[in-house]
């Protein structure tokens, strides 16, 4: 970011208006996570169909033993059994409640879907498969492919199982071994099991009341209906079509529905920040001249660029920490005004231009990029309804209600986002003694580099809290199958059965984190989103390791230099 250039009582009115908008926002809603549901049961059981999975064939119940089980076929799992393949471990299942891998991209297929990561980063070994994909950014349907074609390389079909929910992990001391049941009845055992289940996984609804009662057709947007929408969209031309949330899912979907749909309503309650996302395809020269290991040497230098530049702002050091944390928050303002510049440049009409300006930091929610977006709301069949931070609170039959007026839709989108980082959804896990994981949490999570946890021997989390964070997700996963497959290679290699974290360990790891949580309150005075728990007040141990990715990847090697000390590793008990 730039240096700052204005007068300093710009700036804290500006900070004075974000605080406003804030604490509007949390006047209006239940605390916290109270105001989603994502039990969907009874009338909301519709939105966790899977439209994807036609004709689910029938199979017998499987009660058999592997050596690895992965709760979840996404990236998590076919990175790490990438891994576990190549140091010659065959006995690796998926169990996918999906009818593919793919995980966020088997279930986000809605129309525009694509990644704001450079594809050459966020898509994984491109090196092993021999891939260069097609554009700067990764299109859903390319990411899923690769999914697929990472699955059929590392011959991840032959043992996988699909359309088939893990609902109970339990450790049994008896044979030493995970046993798994599942939604089909079966009850399978494994050695190693993989919590792979996805950080924004589970889908959310908000609590709207009245939803249950609309009589137009409704979706989540992880649960595109394509039979409805026509694979093109081109059975709404005749439609008015309704979606609630602004978010990076709604961004990409928005410019989508308004090419084609007779009406389009956007139920805001907070916008998002939308900077430029220019694509172009991969230059066929550039990729030509590709040699072997480019892309681990691309993240190499990624990485290495992150860090120069963490150090040329050490070096500066003359100024206090107030000093310095007042120049970050400038520029941080600076930036967001340029957002604020862009609409005012895209948007036509003034009013439209002014709802769309996001009135927080930089980060305070996930950042969005799209060059269509903004334009959509030049359209004349385009409406933004603007809830000033209140969002929809009723919807009758014919849909939305705000501020009295009735929005009648044929479709209701919702684009309400979803679980965040949790372990075990759908999944009961219950470790050694009896103990359940969410049990051992509910004083705070304990763990060591959010993978291992103690008392739920051979047993790893990927995506999970006290992780470090990546914008570039398949990043962070990576290093963690690395660690994992590692881990599991260490226990077969030296003849031990288990491995479990030492209390000490998980103890260092969790005051780890503690310490780098929240040197400042940037959170706090954030607008309530899922990078702040919703505005919630969170115990310092429940969130992310915030020491750094460079950190965190050389504690998971200081960790394996030492596996005797911060494990309790044993043989199998006669
Ligand atoms: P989010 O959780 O980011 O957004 C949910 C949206 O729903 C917010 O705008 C929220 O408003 C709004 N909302 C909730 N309740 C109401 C209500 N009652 N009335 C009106 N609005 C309401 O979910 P997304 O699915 O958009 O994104 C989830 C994450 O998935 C992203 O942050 C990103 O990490 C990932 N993703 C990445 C993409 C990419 O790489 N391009 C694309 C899509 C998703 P409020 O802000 O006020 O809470």
Redo the contacts with the bound molecule.
Sequence with gaps: MASPKRPQHFYDQVKDKFREERDL?LDYRPPGTDQFTSDFSGDLAKYAVDPYAKDVPSRETISDEVEVLFIGGGFSALLTSARLRERGIESVRIVERGSDVGGTWYW?RYPG?????VSYDYLPLLDELNYVPVNHYSRGPEIFNHCQAIARKYNLYDLAVFNTTVTETRWEESDQLWHIKTDRGDEMRAQFVICANGT?AKPKL?A?AGMESFAGHSFH?SRWDYDYTGQNLEHLKNKVVGI???????V?IVPELAKVAKEVFV????PSSIDVRDDWPTDPNWARKLEPGWQNKRRSKVLAAVENSLEKRAAKGASSPEEKLKKQENANIDYMMRIHKRIDEIVDDPVTADSLKPWYMFMC??PCFHNEYLPSFNLSNVHLVD?HGQ???KITPKGPIFEGEDYELDLLIY????EVQQTGIYNDIVGAEGVNLQDKYADGIRTLLGIHTAGFPNLFIMGGYQASFQFNLTEMLQTQGDHIAACIDYVRANGHHTLDVSDEAEEWWVQEVIEHRGKTSRSEECT???YNFEGNEQRRQDGNYNGGFRQYFEHQGLVREKMQKNFRLAPRKT
């Design positions: 926002r986000n879907a694509a990644c704001d990561v924004l908000s709207i947007t609630v949330g602004t978010g990076a899912s709604a990409q139920f805001q309650r907070t929610k996930r809830t969002g929809i609170t684009a309400t986002g979803f309530p989103g899922y």
